[in-house]
């Protein structure tokens, strides 16, 4: 019920963002154009975005890219929303690992389970990768694939972030919102591609972000068929599938897409073989990092964080004249709540 | 040269059923409603499937469908095409092997490979799984996708089946074609769930039947990220990734599509999976078997074939009343290049 009413609100915001595009649209019935980005500040970022979209999609244009072809893929975690202190994803393991922990007496004794329970974050950290995948098997296999996108939905009706209160899905960001509307208006199908877990995303994106389950690229576990009680179901395996981050994601992006995106947009050195991969297309291109540059309004960091670390990818971005976007100068608000 | 003009005469088969819907879509203006699926015979077949459509787009209706969730499934081989007296595909491996074979002196002395060098197809069979899986690595690995993705293309230029000597894309079918055109006037997303390779059916499904490479899911193999010369390619490994067949459809499914379908066609226990799944899920769906009784203008086999074997899935489909569309008898035509 909760969730229901949070996504309704989520639905008026993405509303308000297609009524502005309406005029976009049907430009020869408007007397005024509407400002289709109305969260970004005019500048250069904003005009680059603009003018881009307006050559592909301008018949007879030199630059001219059939709809068909307009592929545009985003990264999730730190491009359409927060990552900060540490992927929202942990979170939800954590609060998961603490949910079963009655079924699992052993975890009292036993790392990184042991921290979790003790609310040490720091230790749980300090197990490093392999403690975490402990920990992501542990809460998000052993289901069948109904029951763990089930899982998560009720989670997100009640979880909050620690520093806002607010839901996860609350703080997606808005200028981003109305980018992936107005690319969607003009014709490009807009994909996810994320080192998330696939599972973990399809269940809100398409009312979050209008991008439904098949648009979705993300890690994954292993999954089994099989009937059960004459019904048949798919289990989730404690065994990786595929990684969808830095290398991976070109291959995610020619598994699922086949295609070659237009446009690509990510915030982390985990993006930037998915921006070479569109870089390297025939056709005309568009390559942006989301900079995290506002301590104030959201988090500012890049080359020395641990968590969504831009560093190889911004020194690309600068040698390569892709477009960076200051999130601090550019964008008028950050979070749909944030807008007057 | 050639692949443009083969393809432009199936874009003119594909226009000619898309005008046939165009009536059906704007009903109000039409006086007399065309028939959208002209090659189908007027009987319980044609009826279960304009039924079908008919009931879950009725707004209003119990058993609407919205439009977001209407996902169509189509096995390939067999279903969209034909597959006797082999896979399709099984010619490109054998036609590449020979292609090949100059760089490798070794293949005159090594089975499988010897036996396919002296068109000895039984031994090749006879070689099982292993030796199959032998050739199709060899001939579909160690290069990148867009130069694997061009040899699909050539390879369909000049190609011809033994039986008809025509190019194997001519050897689709023309109900098919139709049905998947309906489907799609009828706000459905369809979707090719093969188990196939997915990068030997992307070339071209597009072109011949519509259906865009984001919208294939298939068999795979591994593919890596590398930079060559400061142009990143993808690599194809000679390492299998995904079988997409039996059990794996319905994983496939979930993996690439993340919706359960609405709809699945197929025509070979290997497809029983597909429509278990399909079956198992909430709304109102339609599970169908293409079934192969046609012996004078296609092959007609089922419990007995190697290839397409269909026992326990027609079995099933009795059982649970799902549609067994007769080739011999529903179908006016088989192929595009049939009709008068």
């Known amino acids: 019920m909760r969730m229901e009413r949070r996504f309704n609100a989520r639905t008026t915001v993405m509303q308000r963002s297609l009524i502005a595009l309406g005029c976009s649209l049907l430009v020869s019935g408007c007397a005024v154009t509407r400002d289709p980005l109305p969260s970004w500040h005019d500048g250069p970022s904003k005009k680059a975005i603009l003018d881009f979209v307006s050559h592909v999609t301008k018949p007879g244009s030199i630059d001219f890219v059939p709809p068909a072809e307009r592929i545009a893929t985003f990264d999730n975690d730190g491009t359409l929303w927060s990552e900060q202190p540490m992927y929202f994803q942990l979170f939800f393991a954590l609060d998961r690992v603490k949910e079963l922990a009655a079924q699992h007496p052993e975890w009292r004794r036993k790392q990184p389970f042991k921290a979790v329970l003790e609310d040490d974050l720091k230790t749980v950290l300090a197990g490093g990768e392999h403690a975490l995948l402990e920990l992501v098997m542990a809460s998000h296999a052993g289901n069948t694939t109904e029951e763990f996108s089930q899982t998560v939905k009720e989670w997100l009706t009640t979880a909050k972030h620690p520093k ?50 098949e648009q979705v690229v993300g890690s994954s576990i292993k999954t089994k068929f099989e009937m059960r009680g004459g019904k048949p179901v798919l289990v989730r395996l404690p065994e990786i599938n595929f990684i969808d981050d830095k290398a991976g994601k070109p291959v995610g992006i020619n598994q699922h897409i086949g295609r070659r995106p237009t446009a690509a947009f990510g915030n982390s050195d985990g993006d930037l073989q998915m921006l070479q991969w569109t870089a390297a297309g025939d056709g005309p291109n568009l390559m942006v990092y989301i900079h995290h540059t506002d301590a104030e309004r959201e988090w500012a960091y890049d080359r020395e964080s641990h968590i969504g670390r831009l560093d190889e990818g911004l020194d690309e971005a600068n040698d390569k004249g892709w477009l960076v976007v200051d999130m601090k100068k550019d964008w008028k608000v950050i979070y749909p709540f944030q807008m007057k």
Do not use: C, H
Request: charged fraction near 15%.
């Open 164 to 213: 806002t209160g607010r839901p996860y899905t609350d703080m997606v960001y808005q200028p981003m919102l109305e980018l992936l509307a107005y690319l969607r208006a003009n014709g490009f199908k807009t994909f996810i591609v994320s080192g998330g877990g696939i599972e973990f995303m399809r269940p809100w994106t398409e009312q979050v972000y209008g991008i439904p389950p």
